[in-house]
């Protein structure tokens, strides 16, 4: 079950029902990690992750009885992947309902070069307009006090205002995490400090649910205040976050390898939101991006 700081149970924390009326009847997510769920652990959840993309998506079922959802993200996948595994996938589904992060992989790899992305994001924007489908399409969370990823913060910022063009271009909704100062709270990280915590998703789903002008029922959660830290505690446990999060990461990056590899989507189909789905394979160890 997916926790809050405290420790107090996150999963399902819908006090009511949203009770907004919306167009869609089938939704589909793309992306990578970060649409997975990565970070928010749920063994209810297909895959063993709950994420935000299920978050909004349980609101957009309360009320909509035709109301189907699938999941085609899969962590670690560069956007050239998603063009190819995913675009065709989605479009076989036809769906009304289509949201879209990609290319923050590229981005963080050496070299990442927000123009030519934005030239692959373009194409795949445009085969997935062809679908009629509104899409929602999410901007890179600013990510200044992120330790490695922060000296990469100018290519995210260019890479932004590239999709802002493109969403534009596309007619897109945009989800922008850019904008979204609470993000920049520790707590809303997962303790490898690349993806997002449960208190994370959550809050991305209420900008997300926001950012379609839907009605909802999921409420702000404010994040508990983090005990002050020595020099020394800070330091022990950057150490302990480079051994067990970083090195990982990097020595995948070194044998071409990705984390994503031998997973499949943990919802390839449009079906009902429940969580009562098969199991997909698990996380490797040392799970990120």
Same mark, same amino acid.
């Given at each position: 079950?997916?926790?809050?700081?405290?420790?107090?149970?996150?999963?399902?924390?819908?006090?009511?029902?949203?009770?907004?009326?919306?167009?869609?009847?089938?939704?589909?997510?793309?992306?990578?990690?970060?649409?997975?769920?990565?970070?928010?652990?749920?063994?209810?959840?297909?895959?063993?992750?709950?994420?935000?993309?299920?978050?909004? =998506? *349980?609101?957009?079922?309360?009320?909509?009885?035709?109301?189907?959802?699938?999941?085609?993200?899969?962590?670690?996948?560069?956007?050239?992947?998603?063009?190819?595994?995913?675009?065709?996938?989605?479009?076989?589904?036809?769906?009304?309902?289509?949201?879209?992060? =990609?290319?923050?992989?590229?981005?963080?790899?050496?070299?990442?070069?927000?123009?030519?992305?934005?030239?692959?994001?373009?194409?795949?924007?445009?085969?997935?307009?062809?679908?009629?489908?509104?899409?929602?399409?999410?901007?890179?969370?600013?990510?200044?006090?992120?330790?490695?990823?922060?000296?990469?913060?100018?290519?995210?910022?260019?890479?932004? *205002?590239?999709?802002?063009?493109?969403?534009?271009?596309?007619?897109?909704?945009?989800?922008?995490?850019?904008?979204?100062?609470?993000?920049? =709270?520790?707590?809303?990280?997962?303790?490898?400090?690349?993806?997002?915590?449960?208190?994370?998703?959550?809050?991305?789903?209420?900008?997300?649910?926001?950012?379609?002008?839907?009605?909802?029922?999921?409420?702000?959660?404010?994040?508990?205040?983090?005990?002050?830290?020595?020099?020394?505690?800070?330091?022990?446990?950057?150490?302990?976050?480079?051994?067990?999060?970083?090195?990982?990461?990097?020595?995948?990056?070194?044998?071409?390898?990705?984390?994503?590899?031998?997973?499949?989507?943990?919802?390839?189909?449009?079906?009902?939101?429940?969580?009562?789905?098969?199991?997909?394979?698990?996380?490797?160890?040392?799970?990120?991006?």
């Amino acid at each position: 079950m997916s926790m809050h700081p405290t420790g107090k149970p996150l999963v399902h924390t819908t006090t009511t029902p949203g009770n907004g009326h919306h167009p869609w009847t089938r939704y589909v997510a793309l992306g990578d990690s970060f649409t997975e769920g990565i970070g928010d652990p749920d063994p209810q959840s297909p895959g063993g992750y709950r994420g935000w993309a299920d978050r909004v =998506a *349980e609101e957009l079922s309360h009320g909509t009885e035709d109301f189907a959802y699938a999941n085609l993200a899969i962590r670690g996948r560069l956007l050239a992947q998603i063009l190819d595994e995913q675009a065709g996938a989605a479009l076989e589904l036809h769906p009304d309902l289509i949201s879209l992060c =990609a290319g923050g992989n590229d981005v963080i790899r050496p070299g990442g070069d927000p123009d030519v992305l934005a030239d692959k994001m373009d194409s795949l924007l445009r085969i997935l307009s062809t679908t009629g489908a509104t899409i929602l399409l999410f901007t890179g969370p600013d990510i200044r006090d992120t330790p490695v990823l922060g000296s990469v913060r100018g290519r995210v910022a260019i890479y932004n *205002e590239n999709l802002r063009t493109l969403g534009a271009r596309h007619d897109a909704v945009i989800a922008d995490m850019w904008a979204l100062r609470e993000l920049h =709270a520790q707590q809303m990280w997962a303790p490898d400090r690349l993806h997002f915590s449960p208190l994370g998703h959550h809050t991305i789903a209420i900008m997300a649910l926001e950012a379609l002008n839907i009605e909802h029922g999921l409420k702000p959660l404010v994040p508990e205040p983090l005990d002050p830290k020595t020099w020394r505690q800070a330091r022990g446990q950057d150490l302990v976050w480079a051994r067990s999060h970083l090195a990982p990461w990097v020595l995948r990056r070194l044998r071409h390898q990705s984390s994503g590899d031998g997973i499949i989507a943990k919802r390839p189909m449009a079906a009902p939101f429940t969580t009562d789905l098969p199991e997909t394979p698990g996380p490797p160890d040392n799970l990120t991006s």
